[in-house]
């Protein structure tokens, strides 16, 4: 596959419409994905994790015939207004927000709603992403000579609630629908300027998410993601948190093997049916 937009059947304009796609969420599909991930397929019970649904924009992004090869997941906006059910048909609806030149490459941020047959809008979701130049690729701009400054450990106030260690062959089998090469083949991970292949952003969503199962999986949700440094295939994550007085999760972050953020989330709001 391409990893250019310069053989692509189309390339990413802003204001263009992805054709609808349907979409149903199997409990097969879903525990398949969180199998990849290490995680319990009973931890979402009957519901979805909207994880999942991110995924399908993905696949809608496929679907209108664009090339998603060498692109990396920069950010992601949730806002579920209520519960969707495994089984239950969806209209995944997406056009493209905005393509912003970057020195690695191109921007381009897109909106897609999650569309039920009334008509209704259970869930909306943003998600923005870095279109790599292979002729740049992933490195970082040349430090100056001036001593780094001191850090401050991103796990301060912050609560250890798990740890999970990718594995390569399950990072390749979450993306294969997907077909972007990036988190399956090392030369083309190499050819982007990546040590290894990286795992989909959303492997860490769905961590994410895990940690919010708690009780029981949220009824409404806004979060906003920050993916801020590859996850390499092979490495362990450790999931922080911030809780509030009320004992929910303000904030999470997922840091690598370095003692680095790899992702992070702001919970802007967040309700349990339960009244946790």
């Known amino acids: 596959m391409s990893t250019t937009t310069e053989t692509d059947p189309r390339a990413f304009t802003a ?3 992805f054709p609808d796609l349907p979409c149903t969420i199997t409990r097969e599909q879903q525990a398949k994905k969180l199998t990849c991930c290490g995680l319990d397929p009973a931890l979402h019970g009957d519901r979805i994790d909207i994880t999942q649904l991110a995924y399908t924009a993905i ?6 015939g664009l090339s998603i090869n060498g692109m990396v997941h920069m950010t992601q906006v949730f806002d579920l207004q209520e519960p969707l ?3 239950e048909p969806l209209i995944c609806r997406g056009s493209v927000i905005s393509i912003t030149p970057e020195r690695r490459g191109q921007i381009e941020e897109s909106r897609f709603d999650f569309v039920r047959p009334d008509g209704s809008i259970p869930l909306s979701t943003r998600r923005s992403s870095l279109r790599l130049d292979p002729t740049v690729g992933a490195e970082r701009k040349p430090t100056s000579g001036a001593a780094a400054r001191p850090t401050e450990d991103p796990r301060a106030g912050l609560d250890l609630i798990a740890r999970h260690q990718l594995v390569p062959d399950k990072v390749v089998v979450y993306s294969d629908e997907a077909e972007n090469l990036i988190h399956s083949d090392p030369e083309t991970a190499r050819r982007f300027g990546f040590r290894a292949p990286i795992a989909a952003g959303l492997m860490a969503v769905h961590y994410m998410m895990a940690a ?5 999986p949220p009824d409404t949700l806004r979060m906003s993601i920050r ?5 390499f295939w092979d490495e362990e994550l450790a999931v922080w948190g911030r809780h509030r007085a009320d004992g929910t999760i303000a904030a999470l972050a997922l840091i690598n093997p370095d003692g680095k953020v790899a992702n ?4 802007d709001e967040i309700a349990y049916s339960t009244g946790h």
């Open 15 to 17: 204001g263009m419409t």
């Open 59 to 64: 696949l809608a992004v496929r679907n209108a």
């Open 85 to 87: 059910l495994l089984g």
């Open 212 to 216: 919010l199962c708690r009780p029981t």
């Open 227 to 231: 993916f801020r440094r590859p996850m």
């Open 264 to 267: 992070d989330c702001i919970v």
